[in-house]
């Protein structure tokens, strides 16, 4: 079966992720003999999808990554006390939640508030360029150099290695 075949069958029809090039085909099970099978879909994230092409690089990806697990760990974790919850403790907020909000509000200072909103959406809500500018009414002309810039400052403020 093709990929395109197999994207077909996974997705239904209607969907609007049938003509999305964020949908990825993957092989997922290798026989003893070498041969794979491949019977998986998954959807990239944006900025994988914008690594995947080189419209960034390993480290603002990186950047990316870090900053959606802090919001998610810090942020949304915290908005959710209720017993059961992952984020639910007796004796309150867990270390690892309060030092990923701390990192999520120091990244949010950092960037500033000119290109805090693009950067969110992307990493944090898995928007695109184009969604961000069609949905905030922004012309879409350089926001990609936007982003990029936005990451490597995130990454300077993580701390991440440069790559060479």
């Known amino acids: 079966m093709t ?24 092989a997922r099970v290798a026989a003893p003999g070498g041969l794979v099978a491949t019977y998986g879909a998954r959807v990239q994230s944006v900025l994988e999808h914008q690594l995947l092409r080189g419209r960034i690089t390993a480290r603002q990806k990186e950047a990316g990554d870090q900053l959606y697990s802090c919001w998610a760990w810090g942020v949304v974790g915290a908005r959710q006390p209720a017993k059961g919850s992952t984020a639910w403790s007796p004796a309150g907020f867990r270390d690892g939640q309060l030092d990923a909000l701390q990192l999520y509000r120091g990244a949010q200072k950092h960037i500033g508030l000119a290109r805090w909103p693009l950067l969110f959406h992307v990493c944090c809500l898995d928007w695109s360029v ?4 069609n949905e905030m009414g922004r ?3 350089g926001l990609q150099e ?10 300077d403020y993580l701390r991440l290695p440069k790559g060479d």
């Open 146 to 155: 936007v982003l990029r810039t936005a990451l490597d400052d995130l990454a």
């Open 139 to 141: 012309n879409r002309d």
């Open 3 to 26: 990929a395109r075949a197999l994207r077909r069958s996974l997705v239904p029809s209607g969907s609007c992720l049938v003509d999305d090039s964020r949908l990825m085909v993957e």
């Open 130 to 133: 184009h969604r961000f500018s």
